[in-house]
């Protein structure tokens, strides 16, 4: 097992969270502890020393600095479809007769939101949802691109993954970020909250000015388990984000509940995807 990059593949992380929320209904608020400690029982090496490395490094002046280096979406302008082959450059240890590419998970996110006759914006998200995972070709570690998200700037809540490993993370034991609000107020909006680092603030940012504002919460918290299974930073919403995490809530399991070994048919497909893209999105996305 690589130190840095522990993860065989960023799917990985996503196989991992299969287990913790094996079914749509599983919330954490009906899990029992047995449950939870069987997870914490399974859960295999490369995962748990993920979590360590992303719990250890993801501080408020971590978030700050790469919002910092990536926002401004200076390195690179590619044709939209371009974007999805490069993506797919992400090519992992992983087994290639089982494991489809990030391409196919979207396509297959998208589609199944699609069958369910959902807006056809939300198709939309569910196509772009991973497109931040690029930040690994910009050289970031698997830390700071996937993995669930969090608030930092205050208290760790211990209904994140493995909250034992905070210990290790300087922000724990510093007074202006260690208590329930930190540098926040009750209900200031998570707008104005920092999230740790990760493929979606990145696509959020992305295509912000583009999509109607469900399709963007459903980009920007999709791996914000902490709040949208466990409920754990209520303190921290106002009421349009308790009305908004609907739509997040909504997304979820398309996410995590649409893998499916076939991959799907592109040719039939391309010529709805080709118009989706084009209604809403410019020619080129700037990274
Ligand atoms: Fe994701
Ligand atoms: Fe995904």
């Keep these: 097992m690589n130190t840095m990059t522990p993860l065989k593949s960023l799917d990985e992380w996503e196989e991992d969270l ?11 608020t009906s899990k029992d502890t047995e449950a939870y400690r069987d997870y914490d029982h399974t859960v295999k090496d490369s995962v748990r020393e993920f979590y360590r490395l992303n719990h250890q490094h993801q501080t408020y ?11 401004s979406f200076d390195k690179k302008k590619m044709p939209v479809w371009d974007a999805f082959q490069f993506l797919n450059q992400l090519v992992d240890d992983s087994d290639p007769d089982t494991d489809l590419d990030q391409f196919q998970h979207l396509l297959q996110t998208s589609e199944a939101i699609r069958k369910d006759g959902h807006p056809d ?3 939309l998200a569910g ?6 995972k690029v930040l690994c070709l910009f050289g970031e570690p698997q830390w700071a691109v996937v993995g669930d998200t969090f608030p930092v700037g205050c208290a760790y809540s211990d209904k994140i993954v493995f909250p034992e490993f905070f210990a290790l993370n300087p922000d724990a034991t510093d007074p202006r970020y260690n ?3 930190g540098v926040y107020s009750q209900g200031v909006g998570l707008d104005q909250v920092h999230l740790s680092w990760g493929h979606d ?14 399709a963007l919460y459903m980009l920007r918290y999709h791996s914000f388990y902490a709040q949208h299974r466990e409920g754990a930073y209520d303190h921290l919403m106002n009421d349009h984000d308790r009305d908004m995490f609907r739509w997040v809530n909504l997304f979820n399991p398309y996410d995590l509940y649409s893998k499916n070994p076939v991959p799907p048919d592109w040719t039939a497909l391309r010529p709805y995807y080709e118009d989706l893209v084009a209604k809403y999105l410019p020619t080129h996305l700037s990274f």
Aim: hydrophobic share 40%; net charge negative; no cysteine.
């Design 18 to 28: 299969l287990e913790r929320y094996p079914d749509p209904t599983s919330i954490a």
């Design 61 to 71: 002046d971590f978030v700050l600095a790469k919002k910092k280096e990536f926002l």
């Design 127 to 132: 196509l772009l949802h991973d497109m931040g």
């Design 201 to 214: 603030e990145y696509i959020y940012q992305m295509v912000k000015d583009q999509l109607p504002e469900p």
């Design 179 to 181: 208590t329930r609000f």
């Design 121 to 123: 914006w939300m198709v």
